[in-house]
């Protein structure tokens, strides 16, 4: 459970400097949230399954998934909820061609679960069986080869997917059920000049990011694991907002003919909902993390809140290292993942 996800990208080759300059005028920073609360933590058991990096948790319903990074056999499981009795496994890892090499995200769809394998370049949709209690392999979709190795997706709607763009391009890819590009939206929103002119496929890997989209008010937050920067595209009024905090964009420096991170470890999970985005924030240094020998917990000890159009709300401050949580505002309930303990899921309630 100690090896992060957030050094999958340790290695690229450019500089990042960051040079001072005016925000554009869709850039704002923040530095300060209107409230800090404390929320303690209750552990739920699982007593049916060992999990080994879990990393994510969704909930539709009466059905939760949780996400393991490093499965010994499988990478999803559904479970019942609110009781967490457990149903199946999912995801079989293998090299066959119904199996999977990776497992980035999971998300829920109408009537069924998509998943995302980045070293297959595949999104696969499974659909429940007639008791809803497994998830059974249904389609198959293989991605654009011009698309670089997708790391997580959200839904749409019924046709499109929208992937991070990790060519330096645009900031976002919009890709149909049959895998193909159809479009791609934003720019990085980087003070890094030279990197902008001359590594843009790097600089793109070091704003590696984690994405949700809610449909319902067509609000899509995009958080970077490095640094800390917020962005809200509304997808229904064409806006784009950049929230930076005080610890600013991602930084990473040449060494060694590599390129070393040497900022901070940022976000790792976000999730918007009808009314707020939450996003669970670490704030380590890799500093710390050198002096420790990447002995520290993994994840962060913070869930932020934005308004919808990024305006910070409240930090919540927690007793748990957690990697990533699934809201419930209506019962003012976070469930969250703490690959620390043997018993990952922890329950907090706030408002």
């Not at 530095?31 to 990393?55: C, H, M, N, T, W």
């Not at 999977?100 to 069986?129: I, P, Y």
């Not at 902008?196 to 600089?203: D, H, K, S, W």
């Not at 390129?259 to 500093?287: C, L, W």
Request: proline share 4%.
């Amino acid at each position: 459970m100690k090896n992060s996800i957030s050094l999958l990208f340790l290695f690229f080759f450019v500089s990042c400097g960051i040079k001072q300059k005016e925000y554009s005028e869709n850039i704002y920073p923040y530095a300060d949230f209107p409230q800090e609360k404390e929320i303690i933590g209750e552990v739920i058991e699982l007593d049916s399954v060992l999990l080994r990096y879990p990393f994510r948790i969704h909930i539709e319903g009466d059905r939760a998934i949780i996400m393991d990074l490093h499965g010994f056999d499988y990478y999803g499981h559904l479970f019942q909820y609110p009781d967490f009795q457990y149903l199946c496994s999912f995801g079989r890892r293998g090299d066959s061609p119904s199996d999977m090499l990776s497992l980035e995200n999971v998300r829920f769809g109408k009537h069924a679960v998509w998943t995302l394998d980045a070293n297959k370049k595949e999104l696969t949709r499974l659909v429940f069986s007639p008791s809803c209690d497994s998830l059974l392999r249904d389609e198959a979709v293989t991605l654009d080869g011009d698309l670089l190795r997708p790391l997580d997706f959200a839904i749409y709607n019924d046709t499109i997917f929208i992937i991070p763009d990790y060519s330096g391009e645009k900031r976002l890819c919009w890709v149909n059920r049959k895998g193909n590009l159809v479009n791609k939206i934003g720019e990085i929103p980087s003070d890094n000049e030279e990197a902008m002119q001359y590594a843009r496929p790097a600089l793109a890997q070091a704003w590696r990011s984690f994405l949700d989209y809610n449909s319902k008010n067509g609000v899509l937050a995009v958080v970077t694991q490095l640094g800390e920067v917020v962005e809200v595209y509304n997808l229904k009024d064409t806006t784009h907002i950049v929230r930076i905090g005080e610890h600013g964009e991602p930084e990473f420096q040449v060494s060694g003919g590599y390129g070393i991170p040497i900022g901070i470890k940022g976000f790792s999970d976000v999730q918007v909902t009808d009314s707020a985005i939450y996003a669970v924030f670490n704030g380590t240094t890799f500093k710390e993390l050198a002096k420790n020998n990447g002995r520290l917990p993994e994840g962060g000890k913070y869930i932020y809140v934005f308004d919808l159009k990024g305006e910070p709300l409240c930090k919540y401050i927690l007793d748990h290292s957690i990697t990533g949580i699934w809201v419930d505002e209506a019962t003012k309930t976070i469930l969250a993942t703490d690959v620390n303990n043997d018993q990952p899921i922890v329950k907090f309630r706030f408002g």
